[in-house]
């Protein structure tokens, strides 16, 4: 066992007297419903019974005083088991003491530094017209309508409305479209698009080959090369809508450009206002955790890893994505999150320390919200969210959750925030 570690070995003995006491009762009860030949059920001597289920008898005795002396001994040495203690190296002697070594991890004891009256540094980022501007022109582009164009080919800037097939290189499931408009010229087209489709007309055909990066947003092409036959069926050009009042009605409840444009900056103020919270929690938890050094249970960090791994996999689901089929070293991108997990696990043990020394805690009040407010999402009642979390176990890390929350909130409301000028 070493210093910076959680795992805690014992080395346990079972005083000799208990366990003739233990062997004594166990025998007893095996001799009540043993079966042995020429004895009737219940009949047979205790010592022919010692001697012939010696072995059961033994397993029965370990489970019965193992747990015991564990418990006696984590309790004596005020210890915080977070496994379940290993067993072995067991020395079993009827006449003797039982010895053995029990082996677990424990939560770990370290002191709590400075963490009231911190200050951190945010970026300060100004809000202005520009930004109102590029919002309104989102808008108009969520809006608009595109127009067939005749008479001439294709320009970049144009939308060409195609019918493809794409076939990927060594097998796989096709891509096919019967009506897709493909933006040439856009940033988000692949160059061989681009390529091979400006300067062409309505109802001609192309072919072409087109290998995308490892990189690329849809996971399910990343790094493949698929050979595409195309129809162009027509062209056509964006159409955003007059900026004018008749926009901003049909938009939003504003009735003039004004309260558009109004409302929108009132929006990116409290956006503004939102990211500055996230990261004012991240710099002062990251503060908080850099300040404090203790290891942390091995156990922990591995349950951490297979929840940031399964956050993945749920994210590419959500996607579309079949994880089984994106090429991806799952094993090394597991291990890779390693140091994200100890720092995690670091952070929610000084959270519940915090809170513990802060007296935070989570109120009835709390966890009606959050079920309420679960509830509005998923579109089920209270009271059936509530059966969900309680039938799989998970309404204690819903509340473990929320008290980190509210510990983070409380403090944010006791630590200094400064802003520096963003970097033009």
């Known amino acids: 066992?070493?210093?910076?570690?959680?795992?805690?070995?014992?080395?346990?003995?079972?005083?000799?007297?208990?366990?003739?006491?233990?062997?004594?009762?166990?025998?007893?009860?095996?001799?009540?419903?043993?079966?042995?030949?020429?004895?009737?059920?219940?009949?047979?001597?205790?010592?022919?019974?010692?001697?012939?289920?010696?072995?059961?008898?033994?397993?029965e005795v370990l489970q019965s005083l193992v747990p015991n002396q564990i418990e006696r001994a984590v309790s004596e040495n005020k210890m915080v088991p977070i496994t379940q203690p290993q067993i072995d190296k067991v020395d079993f002697a009827e006449a003797g003491p039982v010895k053995f070594r029990a082996t677990f991890e424990v939560l770990p004891e370290f002191e709590l530094g400075q963490y009231k009256d911190l200050e951190v540094e945010i970026d300060d980022v100004k809000l202005e017209d520009a930004h109102v501007d590029k919002a309104l022109e989102e808008l108009r582009d969520r809006a608009a309508n595109f127009v067939p164009i005749e008479g001439r080919p294709i320009a970049d800037g144009d939308y060409a409305q195609l019918k493809l097939k794409g076939v990927p290189?060594?097998?796989?499931?096709?891509?096919?479209?019967?009506?897709?408009?493909?933006?040439?010229?856009?940033?988000?087209?692949?160059?061989?698009?681009?390529?091979?489709l400006r300067g062409a007309n309505a109802g001609e055909h192309k072919d072409f080959d087109v290998t995308y990066p490892a990189d690329y947003p849809d996971a399910k092409l990343q790094g493949k090369t698929y050979s595409y036959s195309v129809e162009i069926l027509g062209i056509k050009e964006k159409k955003r809508p007059e900026l004018n009042d008749e926009f901003a009605k049909d938009v939003s409840e504003a009735q003039t450009v004004d309260e558009l444009r109004q409302k929108i900056r009132e929006n990116?103020?409290?956006?503004?206002?939102?990211?500055?919270?996230?990261?004012?929690?991240?710099?002062?938890l990251a503060k908080i955790v850099g300040a404090h050094d203790f290891p942390v249970p091995q156990a922990l960090v591995e349950h951490q890893m297979d929840s940031r791994l399964e956050r993945?996999?749920?994210?590419?689901?959500?996607?579309?994505?079949?994880?089984?089929?994106?090429?991806?070293?799952?094993?090394?991108?597991?291990?890779?999150?390693k140091d994200r997990a100890v720092e995690d696990v670091k952070a929610e043990l000084l959270l519940d320390r915090i809170a513990t020394a802060e007296n935070i805690d989570v109120t009835d009040e709390d966890v009606e919200k959050q079920i309420e407010a679960m509830a509005q999402r998923s579109g089920e009642s209270a009271t059936a969210v509530r059966a969900n979390l309680t039938r799989q176990g998970a309404l204690d890390r819903m509340k473990s959750k929320l008290r980190s929350e509210k510990t983070l909130d409380w403090l944010c409301k006791n630590s200094?925030?400064?802003?520096?000028?963003?970097?033009?």
């Open 1 to 59: 066992m070493t210093e910076a570690t959680c795992r805690r070995e014992l080395e346990l003995e079972i005083p000799a007297e208990d366990v003739q006491k233990a062997v004594a009762r166990v025998a007893k009860e095996f001799a009540k419903v043993a079966r042995v030949p020429g004895f009737r059920p219940g009949k047979a001597p205790v010592t022919l019974i010692r001697r012939r289920f010696a072995d059961d008898i033994k397993s």
């Open 169 to 196: 290189a060594g097998g796989g499931e096709m891509i096919e479209a019967d009506s897709v408009l493909c933006h040439v010229g856009g940033e988000e087209t692949m160059d061989a698009f681009n390529t091979n």
């Open 268 to 284: 990116l103020e409290a956006a503004r206002s939102q990211q500055q919270n996230e990261q004012t929690r991240e710099k002062l």
């Open 312 to 337: 993945t996999v749920r994210s590419l689901a959500a996607q579309g994505v079949d994880p089984r089929a994106v090429n991806v070293d799952w094993v090394s991108l597991r291990n890779r999150q």
């Open 416 to 424: 200094r925030t400064r802003t520096k000028t963003e970097e033009k």
